[in-house]
């Protein structure tokens, strides 16, 4: 099983909508809502994420890179994403924090950047949704994928296999047609790609093409 979830940040922010209707085949639509404090970037808030919510096709998957999180994340699962991804180096409580966002009935994701060890959170992979592995620094689109992080993905896909539980493993950051084996081929199964969708070419066939590149890699299943 692959998911392939486009990210807006690749996106014409005054064409939204239209640009949502041409992703309209993927999976989920991977929105990043950075402060330019987590990260040295700025995006939008819970305003425009709400107004996304509201004509988006497919369901959020909602990336905070944001400070202040314990604050802001439950405000992202009130207005309707299916999924709030936050970072685990931006709170104290992150099992109380995916806690409060199911109990409002979204999907609890934990993201670590690409220094962060994942060796803390294992033991309580039960309490998450989704596990993202940051593939390249957070904060902007276009940058290369980071291969050092595959140990980190195969460390976590082996954790979610001994605990028998179904926790979805993203990676975020460079995923493109050929990086996507790589990723799959470590235990990722949810993929988030930016310029390789909304880049050179039509969306649609982009996201096809993803596919077809996640499902013939060898070790698929
Ligand atoms: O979280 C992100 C950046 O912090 C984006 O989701 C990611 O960079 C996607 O862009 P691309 O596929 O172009 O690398
Ligand atoms: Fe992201």
């Known amino acids: 099983m692959s998911r392939i979830n486009p990210s807006i940040l690749a996106a014409d922010f005054v064409n939204?909508?239209?640009?949502?209707?041409?992703?309209?085949?993927?999976?989920?639509?991977?929105?990043?809502?950075?402060?330019?404090?987590?990260?040295?970037?700025?995006?939008?808030?819970?305003?425009?994420?709400?107004?996304?919510?509201?004509?988006?096709?497919?369901?959020?998957?909602?990336?905070?890179?944001?400070?202040?999180?314990?604050r802001w994340a439950p405000d992202y699962a009130r207005l309707g994403a299916f999924s709030v991804t936050f970072h685990a180096e931006a709170t104290e409580h992150p099992i109380e924090l995916a806690r409060t966002l199911r109990s409002l009935g979204s999907r609890a994701g934990i993201a670590v950047k690409p220094g962060t060890p994942v060796e803390p959170y294992l033991d309580y992979l039960a309490e998450f949704d989704q596990f993202l592995v940051m593939t390249v620094e957070p904060g902007f689109g276009g940058q290369s994928f980071m291969s050092e992080t595959m140990a980190k993905v195969e460390r976590v896909r082996s954790a979610v296999r001994d605990a028998e539980t179904d926790v979805w493993l993203q990676v975020d950051g460079g995923i493109d047609r050929s990086t996507i084996g790589i990723a799959k081929a470590a235990g990722a199964d949810t993929f988030v790609a930016g310029s390789a969708v909304f880049g050179a070419g039509e969306a649609s066939e982009n996201i096809a093409a993803l596919r077809a590149a996640a499902h013939d890699h060898r070790h698929d299943v």
């Open 16 to 70: 939204m909508q239209r640009d949502l209707e041409r992703i309209a085949t993927a999976d989920y639509v991977h929105v990043d809502v950075m402060d330019n404090h987590f990260v040295p970037n700025l995006t939008f808030g819970p305003q425009m994420v709400g107004r996304i919510q509201d004509v988006s096709p497919i369901p959020l998957d909602v990336h905070l890179m944001i400070d202040d999180v314990d």
